[in-house]
């Protein structure tokens, strides 16, 4: 059974994202990654391009990708032929997103950084992949460190869960 601490990992997201640069995704999933013998480098590198809403182009939320890729390592559908495990990794995946769907209105970049309405398809100008700038102004923009934080927070209490 996996023994942690909620509230360090929670912090400790936070922190890679905002104090490491980390994007939203790396900095969730490598608040987890120790729990699974995941090589830091590795897990940041398979994370990576998740960051901006996947590649920034505002699609799902990065700490939601962070999420979901950990539900991979909580509930592995590694045998393409085992229906149930994928049905239990699908089942925790919607579980999990749809809790952040329900405390942040939405799983979708654009939408939680507000540059279209909530539940809107509007698209976005396209950005370039060039990542913005950590400055003051750029963290006092965006919800993503909150987000980062609930992201952990969800997964986290998933990860609990899974080992009662």
């Known amino acids: 059974m996996m023994e942690f601490d909620i ?3 929670v912090a ?13 995704c790396q900095a969730v999933v490598l608040a987890y990654s120790d729990l699974f013998g995941l090589d830091d480098t590795l897990a940041a590198s398979l994370s990576s391009g998740f960051g901006g809403g996947m ?3 505002r ?4 700490s939601v990708s962070g ?13 393409p032929s085992a229906k149930e495990g994928r049905t239990r990794n699908y089942a925790l995946v919607q579980e999990a997103a749809g809790e952040f769907r329900k405390i942040n209105g939405s799983i979708i970049c654009k939408e939680l950084l507000g540059l279209v309405p909530m539940g ?5 100008p396209a950005e370039s992949p060039e990542p913005s700038d950590r400055t003051p102004e750029y963290y006092r923009k965006r919800p993503c460190e909150e987000l980062v934080g609930i992201s952990a927070r969800i997964i986290g209490e998933k990860l609990l869960k899974m080992n009662d």
């Open 7 to 9: 509230e360090e990992r």
């Open 12 to 24: 400790k997201a936070k922190r890679l994202f905002k104090e490491d640069g980390y994007n939203c």
């Open 55 to 57: 590649g920034r182009m």
């Open 59 to 62: 699609e799902v939320c990065g």
């Open 67 to 79: 999420m979901v890729m950990l539900a991979g390592l909580i509930s592995p559908a590694d045998d």
């Open 120 to 124: 809107s398809s509007a698209a976005v």
